[in-house]
């Protein structure tokens, strides 16, 4: 989770950086050519400056809620956040394996799961030999968790 936090305090420090220094200047450059009304450079910039306001607050709002998870709340009997889940897939017999991560980490590729998508909001709270339903385009799914570690087993 670390890692997230650092990846959020980059980007916001970036988008500051422009927000403060680079598009004040590419404001100041395109009033400088006059007709404001006309000025596709200058609704351009105030565009971006609307853009970069607006992802800041969205990632000022995920950092606070990142600085309050409180690891003493995420159960270690049961999946959680941090959590990696050996499944069977019934309907495939096919063993899969996901880690449960937030939504910045996300990659289904390497078999990160949000925790908010459905496969990882099924799993949340289960336990060995549970069968979960997950709602998919082609129908419902029926996963078996076979094994999991929860993030707190990683700290050992």
Do not use: C, W
């Not at 980007?11 to 007709?35: M, V």
């Not at 941090?82 to 063993?95: A, I």
């Not at 799961?113 to 419902?140: F, H, N, Q």
């Amino acid at each position: 989770m670390e890692e997230v936090i650092n990846k959020l305090k980059l980007e916001i420090s970036t988008l500051e950086y422009e927000l403060t220094n680079e598009l004040p200047r590419e404001i100041l450059r395109a009033r400088a050519l006059g007709d404001l009304s006309e000025n596709a450079e200058y609704h351009a910039a105030k565009e971006r400056q609307a853009f970069v306001n607006a992802r800041l607050g969205q990632l000022k709002v995920r950092l606070r809620m990142f600085s309050m998870v409180d690891l003493t709340r995420i159960p270690v009997d049961a999946v959680g956040l941090g959590s990696t889940v050996r499944v069977l897939d019934t309907g495939k017999d096919e063993e899969l394996t996901y880690k449960l991560v937030t939504s910045e980490e996300a990659d289904v590729t390497k078999g990160l799961i949000s925790t908010t998508s459905p496969i990882g909001r099924s799993l949340l709270g289960r336990k060995v030999s549970d069968e979960v339903r997950v709602p998919a385009p082609s129908g419902m799914r029926m996963l078996e968790i076979l094994s999991f570690t929860t993030i707190h087993d990683m700290e050992e």
